[in-house]
């Protein structure tokens, strides 16, 4: 079956950076639509940004001038680049693949186990 591993997260000040990976099988990453996705305490789990196997891109629009994905093929991983970071960034991020790019997360067949993400002075 589909594995997902995130890492990356962590306690950072408001404006500061992180980078998450997402890493999977080969098999799973030339096959799958991989998006990034986040569950802040007290709400729905939303979309971040979302990569699809030609390379096409998809942001929130609350997110895309400041977050970046990006994919690293041989490695098969799946990056996010967050940089000036606010307290409203504070949530569980969550790794999730399709093999349609269908970014809702209802339409998500795998998840990650997530990682830890809190922005705080």
């Known amino acids: 079956q589909v594995q997902l591993e995130e890492s990356g997260g962590g306690l950072v000040q408001p404006g500061g950076s992180l980078r998450l990976s997402c890493v999977t099988s080969?098999?799973?990453?030339?096959?799958?639509?991989l998006g990034w996705y986040r569950q802040a305490p007290g709400k729905q789990r939303e979309l971040v940004a979302g990569?699809?196997?030609?390379?096409?891109?998809i942001y929130a629009t609350s997110v895309n001038d400041r977050f970046t994905i990006s994919r690293d093929n041989a490695k098969s991983t799946v990056y996010l680049q967050m940089n000036n970071l606010t307290p409203e960034a504070t949530a569980i991020y969550y790794c999730?693949?399709?093999?349609?790019?269908?970014?809702?997360?209802?339409?998500?067949?795998?998840w990650g186990q997530g990682t830890q993400v809190t922005v705080s002075s």
């Open positions: 080969t098999s799973t990453f030339s096959r799958y639509t």
């Open positions: 999730g693949a399709a093999v349609r790019a269908a970014w809702a997360p209802k339409d998500r067949e795998y």
């Open positions: 990569i699809n196997r030609s390379g096409s891109l």
